[in-house]
């Protein structure tokens, strides 16, 4: 229902030097035939299906062990990154030796209308995320570097995400937080 327009903000953005990669892990032929036009538009785009549908876990650390980049960073098919998403990241990452990092993000419904916002904060430890997961994770940029065979995500229905987290911060790993509003989710 979204992915037209989750997959544009990524081909949209300011930093160019991408390695875009599309996991379909779904049964539905026309869903597929759709995407595969979709991909046309863009050469760096790599689509990989799934013989069977394993789940959104699973299909994460399948795209992170076919990068090629030094950075990895994610995107649910119905979120959006903002044009400069990116590049404003990256270059706040690299200039304060950041090695994982989230930002704020808005809240939108159906029709793109903003019904909120969350604002990222830096978590030192387990501790300090254990209350609440609040890292949006379309909003999160790693080093690819960072990840250990024992740190991807889980195969698990919900919150796979928050499990990655605090494993990295069990490792003595800083998600930094930094507030300003990229994603909208």
Known sequence: KYISKTLNSVI????KNLEIIIIFDNDTENNLNFIRNLINKDSRIKLIINKKNIGVGLSRNKGINMSKGK????LDSDD????????KQLS?????????????YEIINRNSK??????????KNINSLLRSC????????LKKSILRKTDKFPSIKTKEDFV???????RNNII??????????
Not at 114 to 123: E, M, N, S
Not at 134 to 141: A, E
């Open 12 to 15: 949209r953005q300011t930093y």
């Open 71 to 74: 950075y990895i960073s994610f």
């Open 80 to 87: 959006l990154w903002k044009k400069n998403k990116i590049k």
């Open 92 to 104: 706040i990452m690299k200039n304060n030796n950041y090695i994982v990092s989230h930002t704020s």
């Open 114 to 123: 903003i019904l909120g916002k969350r604002t990222a904060v830096t978590f």
């Open 134 to 141: 609040d890292i949006g994770l379309s909003t999160v940029i």
């Open 164 to 170: 990655l987290w605090l494993r990295l911060l069990k």
């Open 176 to 185: 930094h937080g930094i507030d300003i509003k990229l994603t909208k989710w």
